[in-house]
C-alpha cells in the first residue's frame, strides 16, 4: 500500500550514508518505479530542527512506515561523538 503524498514517515531502518537512525522523521516527496520490476520507493526530504532540508534520497516502501499516532518526536544532533 502507498503512502500519501506529502506526509511524514518514521524511517525503518539506519540510513548511515546520511547519519540517520531508525525512527527519524522524513517528508515523503515522491514516487519511484524500480526498473527492474524490484521493490518501488519513496523520495524522500529530511529536514532539521530548524526546518533546513539537510537530505534527500530515494528508500525502498518497506522501509518507511507512517507515522503512529502514540508515537512522541524527539531531538538528537547529527554530529556522532567521537
Known amino acids: 500500500m502507498k503512502l500519501e503524498l506529502y506526509q511524514y514517515v518514521a524511517l525503518c ?6 547519519n540517520l537512525k531508525r525512527g527519524d522523521v522524513a517528508m515523503l516527496i515522491d514516487y519511484v518505479t524500480h526498473p527492474d520490476n524490484g521493490e518501488d520507493g519513496y ?7 530548524a526546518g533546513d532540508s539537510i ?3 530515494t528508500i525502498p ?4 512506515e507512517k ?3 502514540d508515537a512522541v518526536l ?5 554530529v556522532e561523538a567521537s
Open 13 to 18: 531502518r539506519d540510513i548511515p550514508e546520511h
Open 43 to 49: 523520495i524522500l526530504e529530511v529536514f532539521n530542527a
Open 55 to 57: 537530505a534527500v534520497f
Open 61 to 64: 516502501m518497506s522501509a518507511v
Open 67 to 69: 507515522l503512529p499516532s
Open 74 to 78: 524527539a531531538v538528537r544532533s547529527l
